[in-house]
């Protein structure tokens, strides 16, 4: 049976769908949609419902909660009639057929296939790409000793020999020392926060070496890494085996804390990390903001993350950005003998490039790779040449999503959770509002994205709030001094 044998309505409904997955895909990037929409299929399209299937429980309550209403507004958009979505799971065999294709039983994939292939999903590779620096095979052997249990690879120069100490990550360096070394747990959950940047992972991937040279088990993963993990293991129906071998291992370090996602993902994780704390085994964890500010994640978790030690790194001072610059050369001269680079040269780097060792070591990559393959030494006129587009000169300060919240919840005396909240009083809802327009007007964030930041609510709630801060601002000059102090603030 072709597609031109479908019924008319069935054949309707397939090009809807196509149409939404379309723009879903415009809307979302096409990692996004690949991670979440790939594998929704249309089981029918009838009297106001639109009836999906996923493959998981896992995906459908993903998508019931952050995207059930996105995928309303694109259904009505092509049915006036459309009422209601409906999201089943699928079983093993399906005889209905999916978007363009036959009424055909599909049986289930082997578990091994479906874990491959899960593992193996776009963003799940590009999360263990991030976390080190380099891709690996999906079918590398493990390298922790957790039973099979294979963690993100680690990168052999992210040692504690090779990061580089100063007064900024000081305490961050010597609470991760502790935690490689110590023979008993002394502090539990550690957690390290910091911009991005600022040597969080690098701090993370020298404790799992060091652990791992001691002979403790060890597993390292990002927290995209452990969100795909388990969703592999509830697919191949193996979700018991994996929850037994994370709670056998001496060390977890979970990087990237803040893309941790999905209520049955983070529920797990906290009855993991109780688990582990009560064990007496040591959990690391790292993000790029404290564990108060990790909106995504519910209450308990928040409480459990903060009630160990919580370290910051905070961005690097002159000193230590010369002293990573040095670094870094002395490592380059190791397989370029005669690469040098002039004191003043130094200076200039450390003084104007980035506030960070990535930005740093990005720079310095410039003039290694102009000096190599142009054979012209190192100069100053080089450098600002070459340097020229990441010179800090007179950049404006990066606003935060998070720093407008925090001002605007102090400024106004309303908690950053009533911000987050669907509470309606207009205590809260005219705070909420500024924040929103604030948010758009101060950040690059699109507005599905700072929706998602406030609650998970629709871009169209964000963009109503940003008009009406803007109308009001027109005719309320009380309203307007407001907006022009908190401005202020934040650019402080």
């Not at 309303?72 to 057929?97: F, Y």
């Not at 088990?217 to 018991?240: D, G, I, N």
């Not at 060390?251 to 529920?267: A, E, N, P, S, T």
């Not at 709630?461 to 109308?471: C, F, G, P, Q, Y």
Request: glycine content about 6%; charged content about 25%; proline content about 4%.
């Amino acid at each position: 049976m072709n597609l031109q044998e479908l019924p008319a309505s069935e054949t309707a409904g397939i090009d809807h769908w196509t149409r939404v997955k379309k723009r879903l895909r415009a809307e979302l990037g096409e990692d996004v949609f690949t991670s979440w929409f790939a594998r929704v299929d249309l089981e029918d399209h009838s009297d106001g419902t639109v009836r999906l299937s996923v493959p998981t429980r896992f995906l459908k309550q993903w998508i019931q909660s952050h995207y059930r209403e996105r995928l309303m507004g694109l259904w009505k958009h092509e049915c006036d009639d459309v009422h209601r979505i409906e999201l089943t799971v699928r079983g093993a065999v399906r005889a209905r057929p999916a978007v363009g294709g036959v009424a055909r039983p599909v049986p289930a994939a082997p578990r091994a296939a479906q874990q491959i292939k899960l593992v193996e999903s776009p963003v799940a590779a590009r999360a263990e790409t991030v976390s080190t620096g380099v891709a690996r095979p999906a079918a590398a052997t493990p390298r922790d000793g957790s039973d099979g249990l294979e963690g993100a690879s680690l990168d052999p120069k992210y040692t504690f020999d090779s990061f580089v100490e100063g007064e900024s990550n000081a305490l961050a360096l010597a609470a991760a020392r502790q935690v490689a070394t110590a023979a008993a747990v002394t502090f539990n959950p550690l957690y390290i926060h910091a911009s991005v940047g600022l040597g969080k992972t690098h701090l993370m991937q020298a404790v799992a070496s060091a652990a791992q040279a001691s002979g403790r088990r060890v597993l390292y993963l990002t927290a995209e890494h452990f969100m795909y993990r388990f969703v592999a293991a509830l697919k191949a129906q193996s979700a018991l085996a994996f929850k037994d071998t994370l709670r056998t291992i001496d060390l977890l370090l979970i990087d990237d804390m803040q893309f941790l996602h999905g209520k049955q993902v983070q529920q797990e994780f906290c009855h993991t990390l109780n688990a582990l704390i009560d064990g007496a085994r040591q959990v690391v964890v790292a993000a790029d903001r404290p564990p108060a500010d990790l909106e995504t994640l519910d209450d308990r978790m928040r409480s459990r993350l903060a009630g160990g030690l919580v370290v910051s790194i905070s961005e690097p001072d002159f000193g230590l950005r010369r002293a990573i610059l040095t670094n870094r050369i002395d490592s380059v001269r190791r397989s370029h003998a005669t690469f040098a680079v002039p004191e003043a040269v130094l200076d200039y780097v450390a003084r104007h490039v980035g506030n960070s060792g990535r930005d740093l070591e990005g720079a310095l990559n410039r003039l290694i790779a102009h000096n190599q393959l142009t054979n012209q030494p190192v100069t100053q006129e080089m450098a600002e040449a070459t340097l020229r587009d990441l010179v800090r000169n007179a950049e404006p300060r990066r606003v935060k999503i998070e720093d407008i919240q925090r001002i605007v919840s102090k400024h106004y005396n309303v908690s950053k959770a009533d911000l987050l909240s669907a509470r309606r009083t207009r205590t809260i809802v005219r705070p909420r509002q500024i924040a929103m327009y604030l948010a758009k007007a101060l950040t690059p964030r699109s507005l599905p994205e700072i929706g998602r930041r406030f609650g998970n609510r629709d871009h169209t709630t964000v963009l109503h709030a940003v008009r009406k801060i803007e109308d009001l601002a027109r005719s309320d000059t009380a309203l307007a001094q407001e907006l022009d102090l908190l401005k202020r603030m934040l650019d402080a």
